[in-house]
């Protein structure tokens, strides 16, 4: 009161802007206008006193705190503990050595160390639309004041700030995409990297892992170098693979000289197994637990692992020897991808007597065929020639086909040891096309997959 006067309803909140800027300037300021203490007070008698002059508030080996009281004439009383904000850490200091103690959550590294060109994500929220693009435009405003801001710095402070129902995500690699995102939500403009949306009932989480086709030549590396726990769950796959491959998982994904390449079936599927289940590791660690998990062909034995219902162990025996034995069918046949329905894919390959089969209902619209080649390139021409949209899969067995009959034997014996448990995270099974108990997830259950 004796810098700004009687605030009524603001007092609190000027007290406390007033404590936060001592905290920035480390200085406890004088009490202006306080040249007569009342009389109603006895100064001397406790710890209390009037500071006179402004106090350097020196530090002391711990962040410095303070209390901020708001007392109101109805009998509201208010307190406030201040803490000064954590200086910056410096470029290494997450480092550690050979001699480092082990770490609890407080004090463990982050699950990412990015580099400069990683996209960072920006959250806002307000309570209407418009005060959700006043909130862009304001911070705009202040990172064009603001000097050298970081943008994983600010990431991190948006993500402390109240949910509310309006709702917009701003991705990009440096500030100037930033500000461009931030004008463009301002302005209720369309924008690459800018989403806007309302939020909806809170639904449930499903881990998805797809089938073979999703790699590409460096996947997974800037991961392994950058997030710890990516590259533990990494080297704990290559370690329950190595008794079934003779190649370094580490080396493929890397491209070393004299690694296999992701064309080979048994080494792809067993790499893409990894890095699924590295990833589902990475969420769990950042808080994102499944409610269910759903895979599709060889992605169904990461779901699986996932779920708890194999060991790490038993599933990578799984995705080892599958892998190896589509080997023995490679170079017979082939896959197409054909943009219709399941029904009008049966009576397209019905007339090639069982040389074609349906291998896989992706959708309504969207289904996979597999078999021989020769009735495979027939089928694409009269797709093309009727102007149905199909694709030829870049692989060269014919999977989810009759041609798997011939390592039938050869996949259940190299499967029998598995020991599938009952899972607690649902598993849904894109063979049955139902929940599944997963103690059902037997040797024989992989061969039908």
């Known amino acids: 009161k004796s810098n700004i006067g009687h605030t009524q309803a603001a007092a609190g909140v000027a007290g406390v802007?007033?404590?936060v800027q001592a905290l920035r300037h480390q200085v406890l300021p004088k009490t202006l206008h306080a040249e007569e203490p009342s009389e109603h007070i006895e100064w001397d008698s406790g710890e209390v006193s009037l500071l006179q002059e402004e106090v350097p508030w020196e530090p002391n080996g711990r962040p410095r705190r303070a209390g901020v009281s708001s007392f109101g004439i109805s009998g509201t009383n208010a307190h406030l503990i201040l803490e000064e904000a954590p200086a910056p850490e410096e470029q290494g200091a997450q480092e550690q050595d050979d001699k480092a103690p082990e770490q609890d959550e407080s004090t463990a590294p982050p699950a990412f160390e990015l580099s400069e060109s990683a996209p960072v994500p920006w959250v806002l929220s307000a309570k209407s639309e418009s005060?959700?693009?006043e909130q862009a435009k304001r911070l705009a405003t202040h990172l064009g004041q603001a000097e050298k801001p970081d943008p994983l710095d600010v990431g991190l402070s948006l993500t402390a700030r109240s949910g509310f129902e309006h709702r917009a995500v701003i991705v990009a690699e440096g500030m100037e995409g930033f500000s461009r995102g931030l004008g463009a939500l301002a302005e209720g403009n369309?924008?690459?990297?800018?989403?806007?949306?309302?939020?909806?009932?809170?639904?449930?989480?499903?881990?998805?892992?797809?089938?073979q086709g999703s790699q590409w030549e460096g996947m997974a590396v800037e991961l392994w170098d950058s997030s710890a726990v990516f590259a533990e769950?990494?080297?704990?796959?290559?370690a329950a693979l190595s008794p079934h491959v003779d190649w370094s998982l580490e080396e493929v994904l890397r491209g070393a000289d004299g690694a296999p390449t992701l064309e080979r079936v048994d080494v792809v599927q067993p790499a893409l197994f990894a890095v699924m289940v590295s990833l589902a590791e990475l969420w769990r660690s950042l808080g994102v637990e499944p409610d269910a998990v759903i895979g599709h062909s060889q992605g169904e034995i990461a779901a699986a692992h996932v779920a708890g219902a194999l060991s790490l162990k038993d599933a990578a025996r799984v995705v080892?020897?599958?892998?190896?034995?589509?080997?023995?069918?490679a170079g017979k046949g082939v896959m197409l991808s054909i943009a219709i329905g399941a029904k009008e894919a049966t009576e397209r390959i019905e007339p090639f007597e069982g040389k074609i089969s349906l291998a896989a209902v992706n959708g309504p619209a969207a289904v996979a065929v597999?078999?021989?080649v020769d009735a495979l390139e027939e089928l694409l021409a009269a797709c093309e020639a009727e102007e149905v949209r199909a694709r030829m899969i870049p692989v060269d067995y014919a999977a989810h086909s009759a041609q798997v009959e011939a390592i039938e034997a050869e996949l259940l014996d190299g499967c029998a040891p598995i020991e599938p448990q009952s899972s607690q995270i649902p598993f849904l099974s894109t063979v049955s096309a139902e929940p599944l108990?997963?103690?059902?997830l037997d040797a024989s259950y992989w061969y039908r997959n």
Do not use: H, N, W, Y
């Not at 769950?233 to 290559?238: G, K, L, S, V």
């Not at 080892?320 to 069918?329: F, H, P, T, V």
């Open 17 to 19: 802007i007033k404590m």
């Open 437 to 440: 108990d997963t103690a059902q």
């Open 190 to 211: 369309p924008a690459p990297g800018v989403l806007a949306g309302r939020a909806g009932a809170t639904g449930k989480t499903a881990f998805l892992f797809p089938g």
């Open 233 to 238: 769950r990494m080297e704990a796959c290559e």
């Open 370 to 372: 597999s078999g021989e």
């Open 320 to 329: 080892a020897l599958r892998s190896k034995a589509l080997g023995k069918i």
């Open 131 to 133: 005060a959700l693009r």
